[in-house]
């Protein structure tokens, strides 16, 4: 490859790729040396009015950001958190435009790396160890990298040259970083030099920030906020973890000792949410334990929780643990900021979270069990210490259920999916079609285990390690193994279900309809599904007339325990090929519309292709006993088993939140939901006529924001069908 062409197109991703090739560099010590490259000579911007520096320098960065990509997005070869360096195709046809004359090598450089950069299993999200960068800084953990080289190096041929090619990848990455922090700061000091006024002043403020974080332990609060946005930006703006722990001591100390104005603080916070919203940024933890068991809320909390509150926007994500010490004012805080229409921030219930990760055998130690982050939209992992295959699969029980009453037959694909377990006419009793029901289920989670743990194992020494979070990752370097190759303290995988509460109606109702009451013949219901109800209106009027899951009715809710139940103790049977478990959850973002399109018609009275059930609550529409029927069914199920995120959508009136006397019973709600297992819940505050208002005439809606699966999304962004699943959605008083 010519690397005068590549210098010429600022390829600098692709030049240190191919430098190492050159230098016949073993794996993985061309990713080292491409995101060296890159942060030695990559842009950096000063714009004007920006206290968090550096910035992302996208050209796109005035809107919003359609995918996760960071520094490379001007570049063919470009970086995306959770799939590494990767090759953007769009971006290469835009090279094209800029060098014509460039065609044909960068057609060539396309298929060359596309060749040598593949992408097995899930997605990833992750926290980095944003305690350590601020307490310790970078210098510090080179400093343990360092050792961990030179321990290899004196084992000499005995030496595992795995090991030895990662560390040494590693150091060309972390020589990168430090390149990156000195090249920002002159760029600043530049952009000082330059400007003139209040801004050069401001910038003064700047540069001195700069040149004490990141390398170095941060000795303030914005020199704490800089070293965190330096680790967002290297680990590719994806989740930050917990911020007010990390943060919060060096807020409050500056605020008491005069350091620190509030008003600034709070302009800083604002930039940092506007940042989340344009670079696609995911997910921040609030609250919770500190590692000694004590309630963790601070001041900087409250300050995030505010700030939720000034920001219209659908990011970040901010996950709010709430433990049974989190004082009532703070919950009362959040609820009012969910008010004013960004659902912001989600709520859960740290004291079951906890208690369920240290039950799981897992390995963590107390103190670890209490870092609780999310990522993504809300996958469970342990901040900075983890790696969490976010969303490494999902599993379809209304799929299961339909196979169920088919003989393994899959009448959508016109396959045989399943095992054998019977024609549905010929089970003699309801416990023999549960029996026939939970084989599928058990058949469908042992073949998705068998093919993830394929794909995940060639991540270990074929796919892109993921060198920024290795080294940003906690005991990667002490274990010399790679983030993707189980170098965490923990590793899990997350797997979501989808389809919870069809299954679950669907079942009762076979179990009414079928075998207790006898209304209904099972050959005519085969039919009926097998046709989509064409013309069997009564039949499907009888179905839906049947109790439902969300309404407080143990006939239905006992049954889902059961089901729910057997579905996710069967996950833990197996383990990640990383080490840890695989997790249960239900986080379902916009996906519950495909997972529906592949399902034909559903004994809950659903039509073939409908959207399933869009959380681990009812099928919008059927709960029609109030918020207290619904959080008490939901409680019954088995949710401590779902320790991936069992996402609860709700959605209550707008003018309830104007009354500081119905927060209060909100607050109530919460706490009693919690106290009986409840594990998060989600909070829309809308009125079904503003949702229809601004589907008929979006344009004045732009900034109007729903809940969806397990993160916040502009209702105009979604599609039609997606947007109706929403308005469907049971509109709550109290």
Request: contains cysteine.
């Amino acid at each position: 490859m010519n690397m005068d062409v590549l210098r010429e197109m600022r390829e600098w991703t692709a030049l240190g790729f191919y430098e190492a090739e050159a230098e016949g560099l073993p794996w993985p010590m061309n990713y080292g040396r491409a995101l060296r490259r890159l942060y030695e000579n990559m842009e950096i911007v000063v714009p004007e009015g920006r206290w968090l520096i550096p910035v992302e320098p996208m050209e796109f960065c005035q809107t919003r950001a359609s995918d996760n990509t960071w520094h490379a997005e001007s570049m063919v070869f470009n970086l995306h958190h959770d799939s590494g360096l990767m090759v953007n195709r769009r971006l290469a046809a835009r090279k094209k435009g800029q060098f014509p004359e460039r065609a044909a090598f960068i057609d060539a450089m396309v298929a060359d790396l596309k060749s040598k950069t593949v992408r097995f299993g899930g997605y990833t999200h992750a926290n980095p160890d944003i305690r350590r960068v601020v307490g310790e800084g970078v210098l510090a953990m080179e400093a343990e990298l360092d050792g961990e080289l030179a321990a290899v190096r004196a084992m000499g041929e005995s030496a595992d040259s795995a090991e030895r090619n990662l560390l040494l990848a590693l150091k060309d990455y972390v020589e990168g970083v430090k390149a990156f922090h000195r090249r920002t700061l002159e760029a600043i000091g530049k952009a000082r030099d330059a400007a003139s006024g209040r801004r050069r002043d401001e910038l003064a403020v700047v540069a001195e920030a700069v040149a004490n974080c990141l390398l170095v332990k941060s000795e303030t609060f914005y020199q704490g906020f800089l070293a965190v946005n330096f680790a967002w930006m290297l680990d590719g703006c994806d989740s930050i973890g917990r911020l007010d722990q990390a943060l919060g001591p060096l807020f409050e100390r500056d605020i008491r000792e005069g350091r620190l104005d509030v008003a600034f603080a709070r302009e800083l916070l604002d930039e940092f949410w506007c940042n989340f919203e344009t670079m696609n940024g995911w997910n921040l933890q609030i609250g919770g334990y500190t590692p000694a068991g004590k309630d963790g809320c601070n001041e900087l909390t409250r300050e995030c929780i505010r700030a939720c509150a000034r920001n219209k926007l659908r990011r970040p994500n901010v996950a709010l643990r709430i433990t049974r010490d989190t004082p009532d004012d703070l919950l009362a805080e959040a609820l009012e900021a969910l008010a004013k229409g960004s659902g912001r921030p989600a709520l859960y219930n740290d004291d079951l979270y906890v208690e369920t990760l240290r039950s799981m055998d897992l390995g963590l130690s107390d103190a670890d069990a209490r870092e609780i982050g999310f990522g993504g939209c809300t996958e469970t992992m342990i901040a900075g210490l983890s790696n969490v295959g976010s969303l490494e699969g999902s599993l379809n029980l209304a799929k299961a259920l339909e196979l169920a009453m088919f003989d393994g037959f899959d009448p959508v694909a016109n396959v045989q999916a399943g095992p054998h377990t019977g024609r549905f006419a010929d089970f003699a009793s309801f416990e023999a079609f549960m029996a026939a029901l939970k084989l599928q289920i058990a058949y469908a989670t042992d073949a998705f285990v068998a093919v993830n743990r394929g794909a995940l194992k060639r991540r270990f020494s074929e796919g892109d390690p993921k060198l920024y979070r290795t080294f940003f990752t906690g005991d990667c370097v002490k274990n010399r193994k790679s983030f993707e190759a189980g170098g965490a303290r923990y590793n899990w995988a997350v797997v979501s279900y989808q389809g919870i509460a069809n299954t679950i109606d669907g079942t009762a109702a076979i179990r009414k309809t079928v075998f207790e009451d006898k209304s209904v013949a099972a050959a005519e219901l085969v039919a009926a599904l097998r046709n989509n109800f064409h013309g069997c209106d009564d039949l499907r009027r009888r179905l839906r007339a049947c109790p439902k899951f969300g309404n407080d009715i143990a006939f239905v809710d006992d049954l889902g325990a059961e089901l729910i139940e057997y579905a996710w103790r069967h996950l833990y049977r197996h383990e990640t090929p990383r080490g840890g478990r695989y997790l249960a959850s239900c986080i379902l973002f916009t996906t519950y519309l495909g997972a529906g399109r592949a399902v034909g018609a559903t004994p809950d009275g659903r039509g073939a292709g409908e959207a399933l059930v869009d959380s681990v609550g009812a099928v919008p529409g059927y709960d029609v006993n109030g918020p207290t029927a619904l959080l008490k069914s939901v409680a019954k199920l088995p949710l401590w088993l779902a320790a991936g995120t069992p996402v609860l959508n709700l959605r209550f009136q707008k003018s309830l939140f104007a009354n500081r006397d119905v927060l209060a019973k909100m607050a109530s709600l919460v706490r009693s939901f919690f106290s009986q297992g409840g594990m998060q819940a989600q909070i829309s505050v809308l009125d079904a006529a503003e949702l229809r208002a601004a589907q008929a005439n979006p344009e004045p809606y732009r900034d109007l924001i729903v809940r969806i699966g397990g993160y916040s999304e502009y209702f105009n962004a979604l599609d039609k069908e997606l947007q109706d699943s929403v308005i469907s959605r049971t509109e709550y008083g109290l």
